[in-house]
Structure formats: C-alpha cells, structure tokens
C-alpha cells in the first residue's frame, strides 16, 4: 500500500483524530499505523525502513511544531535563530548570550529561551546519532572546601586539555550573599591564562541565594555548551553542601578536591560528598605540604573502602596533585578517561544520564509548584498574617502550612 505524499504533509486534513488503516496486518495494537493530531505539523521523510515486518513506506518524524514558536514575535524568532546558528558555528558571544537567556526569570525571555534549548536539543540527538549514539562530551563536576586550590586547579588542568586539541568550558557556581544577592563572580579572574585561550570558555555564575538558581539553569546551560562544540564541561561549585548533590545529578563524574591540611583524618567533609564522588584529588602535594598529603591520601584510601560500592566496573580512587607545578595532572586525565570508557562500555553512563534527566524534571516541578503556590490568590494574601502568627508563636509552623494548604485545595 502507497500512502500518498500529500497525506503524510497534511494527516489532520483526512482523517479524525485517531484513526487506523484497518487493511494492513499487524500483530499487536502498537503496530497500526497512528495519526493523533488534529493540528498541522511538519514532516520530513528519511530512508525506506520496514515497519513491523508488514509494511514498507517512508520513515518520517516530527520536528519542532509550531506551537512551540506560537506567540512570539519576529524579533524573538529572529533572536533564537542567530543564537542557534551562532551556538552550532562555535560562536562564544553567542553562547555566552544563550545562557544569559536561560538564566533570565522574565516570563517572556523563559519561554523564548525554552523554543532555543529545544532547537539545540534537536541538534544534539542529531549529532549524538553520527557518534554512534556516544555522548558528546564528558561532564565533569569539581567541588571542595574554600581554599582547595580549585580554580588553580582548573586553570593548569583547561590548559593541559586545550593543548591536546580539546575544546574546554567551564561553569562556576559562585555563591551569593543571602543579604544583598550580590556575588564576587571571581572564578574568571584566577584563570586569567585560560580565559584567554580561544579553545576554552569561562561562566561564572551566581546561585541568587537558593539551589535551585542557577543550578537551575547549569543543567541546560551544559546543553548550550555541548551544543557550542565543547567537548570537556567542568562545573565547579564552592564549599561543600547541598548544591555538591544537585551537581553530582547532572555530570558524568563527580571530583572532590581537597587540600592536604584540612583537619585530623575526614574532619570537616561529609560523608555523602565523599559517598558521591568518583575520584578524590588531594591538591597542593608539593613542598612542605607533601607529608601532609600523603598521610591524608592514605586515610581516604582506608576510608573509601568502607563506603559502598555505587558502580559495578568503577572504584572511587585517591590521588595527589599540585596545580602549582603541574605534577599529577596529567595521571589525573588518564583516571578520569578510563572512568569515561568504562561507565560507557558497561552502559552505566547513558543509564545514568538518563536518570539525571528524570531527576531533574521532578526538580524542576518542585521548583514551579512552589512558586505557583506562593503566587496563587487564595494563598498569597494569607501568607504574611500565618508568617506573622508563626513568628509571634500563636501558630505552630505545622499548623501554619495545613491552614496555608488547605486554602491552596480549596482555591483550585
């Protein structure tokens, strides 16, 4: 049976909104050949495949639909399309653009910027399809106490990969002041010689006080980076807490940095961060300090044995390196490709990553409903006078969020 090129361009004009070509034989329901859209899409036609062992025709699929671009103006459609287009050429303006874009909280640039990332999104399952389904870059997250030496260590570590023809991107998480929402944005001036290699690219980037703010946003702000040709993303975040584990759920390996005199055995370290992390880098092994840091390697060592086991073809290691001379670094890399290659040949990378995204969908929802909660009228008025009444002690904060939740149920 033929199907006929005009109803593959234009489906929703001859038939309802399901229906089924009853003369074909199929063996299960999943087979028949399904339109369910009562709106034009466009189609576009790839190679002859056979479908389900009964019917050979032309394999199409969707792309972009137009509602997604519904509602915005010329100047919005031409703003994402020069961003696309300079974002898949390599353009670092127009990278740097993009993720400005996504980190806006202005409804209008939000949704302008969700047409962009799904444009991008396209483009690298495209890309991903020619490099045999393998991802296109590895994702690397950096995180330590204040004082480890992590910026030094990133700067001789880009350095080091640039050299070898990679292309280097790097998103810093600074934090910010929970008074005046101000950040120091630092990170760009300590890698002074790598800001200015053409083959790597600074972000330094405020978290606005709360986790989900740019941490928000890094998760896509990665996608805007692999979608620029960058092929190693470091993410660097600062002190250990609770945006280390929003991290940790969207790279492919997790690096604990630590100094050499950081307090009697794993004083001061959590033990989920040390649970969380694929290698552990014990930094500054040089001078006075290199005793110290032997003996702290050693107590990860002993220490990490006694953590389980997250990965059945890695086990979390233990190394010294000195960003100041450089010793170490390149045995670092090594460890880190054969983490890569393994994870990858087992399938636990692309499992994991998919995890990550089911994660992160969920977060985002706690996120959205949080603010639509506070923001919906059966609640907002009432919000200040609980605030009040919890503040004063005449409600328990328990009570507060039931009379706060229920006015929420009611208002629906």
Not at 147 to 166: D, N, P, Q, V, Y
Not at 292 to 307: F, G, T
Request: one cysteine or more; proline letters at 4%.
């Amino acid at each position: 049976m033929k199907i006929p090129s005009v109803l593959l361009r234009f489906p929703h004009r001859y038939f309802s909104k399901r229906t089924y070509f009853k003369n074909l034989t199929c063996i299960s329901r999943s087979d028949f050949l399904c339109i369910e859209s009562l709106k034009p899409v466009h189609l576009h036609c790839s190679k002859q495949m056979c479908l389900s062992k009964c019917l050979s025709r032309e394999l199409c699929h969707q792309s972009a639909p137009e509602q997604e671009t519904e509602g915005l103006s010329d100047r919005e459609k031409g703003l994402i399309d020069r961003l696309y287009n300079g974002l898949v050429q390599g353009h670092r303006a127009c990278l740097a653009e993009a993720i400005t874009l996504i980190e806006s909280t202005q409804t209008r640039k939000k949704k302008v910027a969700q047409v962009l990332l799904q444009k991008v999104l396209s483009y690298h399952r495209e890309q991903e399809k020619l490099n045999q389904g393998k991802p296109l870059a590895f994702r690397v997250g950096l995180s330590g106490p204040p004082g480890a030496g992590k910026s030094t260590f990133i700067e001789c570590f880009g350095k080091m990969l640039t050299e070898r023809g990679h292309k280097v991107s790097v998103l810093a998480v600074d934090p910010s002041s929970s008074t005046s929402g101000g950040s120091l944005l630092g990170d760009k001036t300590r890698m002074t010689e790598l800001s200015r290699d053409m083959n790597a690219y600074i972000r330094p980037s405020p978290t606005r006080g709360t986790l989900g703010g740019v941490t928000r946003t890094t998760n896509e702000a990665i996608l805007l980076c692999e979608g620029g040709g960058y092929n190693v993303v470091l993410v660097e975040t600062v002190g250990v807490g609770q945006s280390e584990f929003a991290v940790a759920d969207m790279v492919d390996m997790f690096i604990l940095v630590l100094p050499p005199a950081g307090g009697d055995e794993l004083q001061g370290i959590k033990r989920g961060i040390i649970e969380m992390a694929d290698l552990v880098a014990i930094n500054k092994a040089d001078g006075d300090l290199i005793v110290p840091a032997r003996r702290i390697q050693a107590e990860y060592v002993s220490a990490m044995k006694l953590l389980r086991k997250r990965s059945k073809v890695w086990r979390p290691k233990v190394i010294r390196i000195s960003a100041k001379t450089g010793e170490g670094i390149s045995d670092m890399w090594d460890k880190m490709t054969e983490f890569r290659d393994l994870m990858l040949t087992s399938g636990e990378l692309i499992a994991k990553r998919r995890k990550q995204q089911k994660v992160w969908m969920w977060n985002l929802i706690q996120e959205n409903m949080l603010e639509h909660f506070r923001s919906h009228l059966a609640v907002k008025d009432k919000i200040p006078l609980l605030e009040e009444k919890v503040l004063s002690g005449v409600l328990s904060p328990g009570l507060a969020a039931d009379l706060l939740l229920k006015a929420f149920k009611d208002g629906l």
